[in-house]
């Protein structure tokens, strides 16, 4: 059977730039922004992105084109009758826990999206009170976020049912664009609110004493999860690149948009924070209990939230996509299902393990795995220890494994582009030596 690929290269970097903008750029950056010190973090994630996340995407995009299979058989036909077998089984493993709680988040985004349009926030005055309320009350219930976690997982499978070019690309090729219209459309309402600049000044004026091992790891843990790198995916959605496609470039442009909607996405809510007087330490509440009360108290905050949670599901659905992506392509391709079938199979399978981290935040909120509820025990697992181990065994398997000189075929198109030559000496240095030092560190540091 031949392997669908995707139509064009603009409908390739669409599809991938479409998973790695989602809600870690629009919900997570700025939240671990307030967290770890503003400017500081701003600054070591940019330095992240480029030296060690890029060249990680590159592994994996490698592997995933010269594979030119799943994320599982990838490693069975690269190196067969070997241990890195088990490198795929992580790689399919992974994504599915993921997808489990990312769905539960993205169901958050659709039940505010209803209530945006309903004028929730705005019609009557809010209190902050009343909007943490509202929050806490409605996760903590058992089937409103049921309900959304179902919608947004069916949505999710339906796109993926319609097939790589159809749906994937597609989709990618018409939110993507929309998507980059509707944040700046928001971050330049929130520039012009009095008060603002203290946001930007929060955002991008360093105080470099805020620079510690802790804000480090965060940042390269934080590039691992918005590159969705680590997971399979990308490898996935590489090996459906054309051969005539150049992954350098390919990557560096999905690394810089990526980056440029987290800034952006920063820059729409850290200045209304400030404008607002509010704290930018809330952590992972501050897009649900502290923006709804910003718009409740901005002129023009109902049309601006409806335009917000927009933006905020569409770039999870993109994500979504993406990780249900993994699997499928390994049923269909390894067990030989179809494309439906392979759908909703696992559909199945996350829905209920989503269901149960919908329920960790009410009547299952007293099972607790090292104190965490399981919704926050299956971010921090998947993002601390599983998303790391993936990205280090990516770069061992193409920087120790993989032949050299397929590494460079596959990088430089088998000699045809040149700048790619000239850079695979630094990039392949990185891959071999620079990444695999900095993620042990890192895991270390993550363990005391
Ligand atoms: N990278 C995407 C984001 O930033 C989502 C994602 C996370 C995709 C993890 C795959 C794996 O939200």
């Known amino acids: 059977m031949k392997r669908e690929n995707f139509g064009s290269r603009f ?170 219209v509707l944040v700046i459309l928001i971050a330049v309402r929130a520039a012009t609110l009095p008060g603002a600049g203290e946001g930007f000044a929060y955002l991008f004026r360093p105080d470099f004493s805020k620079i510690t091992p802790e804000v480090c790891a965060a940042a390269l843990g934080q590039g691992f999860f918005s590159l969705s790198v680590g997971f399979g995916i990308m490898l996935t959605y590489a090996s459906y690149m054309n051969k005539s496609d150049s992954i350098g470039k390919s990557s560096l442009l999905i690394a810089t948009s990526d980056l440029l909607f987290a800034l952006i996405a920063s820059c729409a809510i850290m200045p209304a924070v400030f404008a607002f007087g509010l704290s930018p330490e809330a952590g992972p509440s501050l897009l649900f209990e502290v923006l709804p009360f910003i718009f409740s108290q901005m002129p023009a905050g109902g049309v601006i939230a409806i335009l917000f949670f927009v933006a905020l599901l569409v770039a999870a659905l993109t994500s979504s996509v993406s990780i249900l992506e993994v699997g499928v392509a390994w049923l269909v391709e390894e067990k030989h299902m179809s494309r439906k079938k392979a759908s909703l199979v696992i559909f199945v399978g996350t829905w209920i393990l989503g269901v149960i981290c919908s329920l960790s935040f009410g009547p299952l909120s007293h099972i607790r795995i090292f104190g965490d509820i399981i919704f926050d025990f299956l971010d921090k697992f998947s993002s601390n220890v599983l998303m790391t181990v993936g990205a280090l065994v990516i770069v061992l398997f193409v920087g120790w494994k993989m032949k050299k000189e397929d590494v460079r075929s596959e990088f430089t198109n088998g000699g045809t582009l040149r700048t790619e030559g000239r850079l695979f000496g630094i990039m392949y240095f990185i891959i071999r030596y620079a990444a695999p030092a900095a993620i042990l560190v890192i895991m270390i540091s993550n363990l005391i």
Not at 46 to 61: A, D, G, Q, T, W
Request: hydrophobic content about 50%; proline content about 4%; overall charge positive.
């Open 11 to 180: 409908g390739a970097i669409m599809a991938m730039t479409g998973s790695a903008v989602g809600l870690g750029n629009l919900w997570r950056f700025p939240y671990m922004v307030g967290v770890y010190g503003g400017a500081a973090f701003v600054l070591v994630y940019i330095i992240v992105v480029f030296l060690l996340c890029l060249p990680i995407l590159n592994s994996e995009m490698i592997t995933g084109r010269h594979g030119q299979t799943n994320a599982f058989g990838a490693f069975r036909k690269l190196a067969p009758g070997t241990g890195w077998k088990w490198a795929g089984v992580l790689m399919i493993f992974t994504p599915l826990v993921v997808l489990s709680y990312y769905s539960v988040i993205g169901g958050w985004s659709i039940e505010y999206l209803y209530k945006s349009v309903c004028f929730d926030f705005t019609a009557v005055s809010r209190t902050r009170e009343d909007l943490d309320g509202i929050f806490s009350g409605y996760i903590s219930s058992v089937w409103a976020p049921i309900a959304g976690h179902t919608v947004f997982l069916g949505a999710t499978a339906l796109i993926v049912v319609l097939g790589v070019r159809k749906g994937i690309e597609n989709f990618g090729k018409v939110m993507m664009p929309l998507l980059f």
